[in-house]
């Protein structure tokens, strides 16, 4: 085995096989996992029903409210046609099981005001539903009102398909795409701090303890540290790659079992059947929305180009990183003094991490075009617009390009300063006198 | 034959001389010695050796040929600064390092075991080096250093961090090594060592080559025609035997009626004119030259050196 294959490997073990790269490599998805599953649960348990008291003196609803077809409705309505006092319903026994109070007055076609009262909050799902479903009630006492016919009123109700295509895919531009890019550029950012991070702290522990002075008379230093930034980086991919196996896992379980009905055809008619109806609109519409999500998830998004563009992104970017990192951690004598040396390669990482999050709403602007282009950001901003496809597949060439000769200029420069700067103790070298090193 | 030749080599960093026309070789199966006080620039030189940083100038060659990367695997480095992996077990670490030096896996386990068994230390392979002491870390690393079985060992302080006992077996691990054909270069600032072990030396003060070559004659180079003089009698009345060829440098007591005097030869006297001198004054035991030993050496020529550019 090659000298720069021993150290690759010595790298990539002595990291795979401790006891906490197992723990966070297992344990992270599940937690996600176990996480979700738990907010889900929640979000099950806190379907409380509520009682709603409609106050509605002059009756304008006829104590009838259209409530659609569905199981388990956040709220229940009750009808009050008299006069109430918020005051009374607030003591008076007999309204004690009513939790919320709407107030309907006469002059509410004018004024346009209904007030709410609660004693305990409803969550925002709740309020939505309770407002939608009385504001719909209303609006068709108005249609009767201007002479439209209840038909007619739910006819214009019926919302519009909207859909925003690219002219070059043909595919939706969603925002949840969007937010998957989000994702990637996010996860791109922690794995570039991570396993740089570790370069350099694995730099400054073979320099303190002086193990390096053994290794440099076996191995050059530029060997020493390409062989360390490969094999780090290949434990950022085993994790990584475990991490998506994981996750592919879940997704087709939860296709399987989960979201069954999704994709069961007979239930999309069922759902059209329901919508063309016009028996499913504002609120109720929630439910096709969602299977929208689901169905981007797994159709949507482009995700083996994505992954492929991910770890070429993540090496590239990596590699970049990871040498000045390792040309830090070869000039500090602490892993204390790395602070200030560290400030001029950790702003652009932060500062691309910005601008990925806000062009968000912009993928294809000229911010987006621009830092998918240069090396230092290109890869945490270059899988959003992969994501959201507003990138061609020359720009993704390009910015590949110029990337892989940054990494190759960092490399070269992060090997000058390496070699000269682990052999040398007690001195916390300033950026002046690293780029003297270059010299040596 | 000379097995490393270093010629003529110089470096410089950043406005600061470290090496200055440096030329030292080494004999096959000889311990050459690289003194010099802190910052002399030893470190430098073998840093230079080791191939870890080129020289400004000058050459270095191994056998007689220019050393190139290939010859790595002929050098064993213990160098001052020394340190290992701490999380790491011991087995794997020495391995680790023997692989590096370019043994095969086969070979390096088989003399790791060799070395353990003969160190007796077969049960620390499984440790890792954070479980140990600092002397028996020194171990590891000095098995490390020959493992590869390198003609060409540099040591740099070798002894340091060593108890006395382990010093001892070190000490006969470089003679057996010695005694094998392989060179030593030994750098180190313990005189003691250099006088019981070095057959050769240099010695660096501010970046220049001061002294060099054998012992022996160095020694000689040194000596100041002074001899121990031991004999039966009255001191006073060897002292006044003395006349202005011969002074009196220093003497001491050994019982009541004998005394080792120190008297240096002035002029052209010999050792004949001083034996006729005192003779009849007392009953001579015993005589013999005295050497500079290799502190008073370093000393001299260090401070002389720096007393000469003072002026």
Same mark, same amino acid.
């Given at each position: 085995m090659s000298k720069v294959g021993l150290i690759i490997k010595r790298e990539y073990f002595s990291r795979v096989r401790k006891k906490s790269f197992i723990v966070v490599t297992v344990l992270v998805p599940l937690l996600i996992a176990f996480l979700a599953f738990l907010a889900m649960w929640f979000s099950l348990q806190n379907n409380k029903q509520f009682k709603v008291l409609v106050v509605d003196p002059s009756n304008l609803c006829e104590e009838k409210l259209f409530v659609g077809n569905i199981s388990d409705p956040p709220a229940e309505f009750y009808f009050y046609t008299g006069d109430l006092l918020t005051e009374d319903f607030k003591t008076?026994?007999?309204?004690?099981?009513?939790?919320i109070m709407v107030g309907i007055g006469p002059n509410v076609i004018s004024n346009k005001k209904i007030g709410a009262f609660y004693r305990e909050k409803p969550s925002l799902t709740t309020e939505k539903y309770i407002r939608n479903r009385l504001e719909l009630r209303l609006e068709e006492y108005f249609a009767l009102d201007k002479g439209l016919s209840l038909s007619e009123y739910r006819e214009i109700r019926q919302e519009f398909d909207f859909s925003m295509l690219s002219l070059d895919s043909g595919q939706a531009d969603t925002s949840a795409a969007q937010v998957v890019g989000l994702g990637f550029s996010i996860f791109i950012f922690m794995f570039i701090m991570i396993y740089s991070g570790q370069v350099m702290r694995g730099v400054i522990e073979e320099k303190t303890s002086r193990v390096v002075e053994i290794l440099v008379s076996s191995i050059k230093p530029s060997q020493l540290m390409m062989g360390k930034i490969i094999g780090v980086g290949l434990v950022g991919l085993t994790q990584f790659l475990i991490w998506i196996g994981l996750i592919a896992i879940t997704l087709v379980m939860l296709r399987l079992f989960v979201f069954a009905d999704v994709f069961d055809p007979s239930n999309w008619a069922q759902l059209n059947q329901m919508q063309n109806a016009g028996a499913?609109?504002?609120?109720?519409?929630q439910v096709p929305k969602s299977s929208e999500l689901i169905m981007l998830i797994y159709n949507g998004i482009p995700w083996l180009s994505l992954l492929f563009l991910f770890i070429c992104y993540f090496i590239g970017g990596y590699v970049l990183y990871g040498s000045l990192f390792a040309m830090i951690g070869s000039a500090v004598d602490s892993e204390t003094d790395t602070q200030q040396v560290m400030m001029p390669v950790m702003l652009p990482l932060f500062f691309s991490y910005i601008i990925s999050i806000s062009i968000i709403s912009n993928p294809g602007g000229p911010a987006a075009i621009w830092f998918s282009q240069i090396p230092l950001s290109s890869p945490i901003i270059m899988l959003q617009r992969v994501a959201s496809n507003t990138v061609t597949l020359g720009e993704v060439i390009l910015s590949l390009s110029l990337l892989v000769l940054a990494c190759a200029f960092a490399i070269w420069a992060a090997a000058k300063i390496y070699r000269v700067g682990i052999l040398m103790y007690g001195k916390k070298a300033s950026w002046k006198e690293i780029i003297k090193w270059m010299k040596f | 034959m000379s097995l490393l030749t270093v010629e003529n080599i110089s470096k410089q960093y950043a406005g600061h001389v470290a090496l200055d026309d440096i030329s030292i070789s080494t004999k096959k199966g000889e311990i050459f010695g690289l003194l010099g006080p802190n910052g002399a620039g030893k470190t430098s030189l073998i840093r230079i050796i080791n191939q870890i940083t080129g020289p400004d100038s000058g050459r270095v060659l191994l056998e007689g040929k220019q050393i190139t990367r290939a010859d790595i695997s002929k050098i064993g480095y213990l160098p001052e600064e020394r340190g290992l992996y701490?999380?790491?077990k011991v087995k794997e670490q020495v391995l680790y390092f023997a692989q590096l030096k370019g043994l095969d896996k086969t070979t390096a386990k088989r003399k790791i075991d060799e070395w353990f068994e003969k160190f007796e230390i077969t049960s620390w392979y499984d440790k890792k080096v954070e479980e140990l002491s600092k002397g028996m870390a020194q171990k590891i690393q000095f098995i490390i250093t020959v493992l590869h079985d390198p003609e060409l060992l540099i040591l740099d302080e070798p002894f340091s961090g060593f108890d006395p006992i382990n010093a001892q077996l070190i000490r006969n691990e470089i003679m057996e090594l010695k005694a094998k054909g392989t060179s030593i270069l030994l750098s180190t600032h313990n005189m003691n060592s250099v006088e019981e072990i070095c057959d050769s030396i240099a010695l660096i003060n501010k970046s220049k080559l001061v002294l060099n070559g054998e012992l022996k004659s160095v020694k000689e180079q040194f000596k100041s025609n002074t001899y121990a003089v031991q004999f039966k009698g009255n001191m006073f009345s060897f002292g006044n035997a003395? +006349?202005?060829? +011969?002074?009196?440098?220093k003497s001491e007591q050994i019982d009541e009626n004998r005394a080792i005097a120190h008297v240096k030869l002035l002029k052209d006297h010999n050792l004949n004119d001083l034996l006729k001198t005192v003779m009849p004054a007392v009953e001579i035991e015993g005589i013999n030259e005295v050497l500079p030993t290799m502190n008073d050496i370093f000393i001299q020529a260090v401070q002389g050196k720096e007393g000469g550019e003072n002026e």
């Open positions: 008076q026994p007999q309204f004690e099981e009513y939790d499913l609109s504002g609120e109720m519409a | 701490k999380k790491m003395l +006349f202005a060829g +011969f002074s009196l440098e």
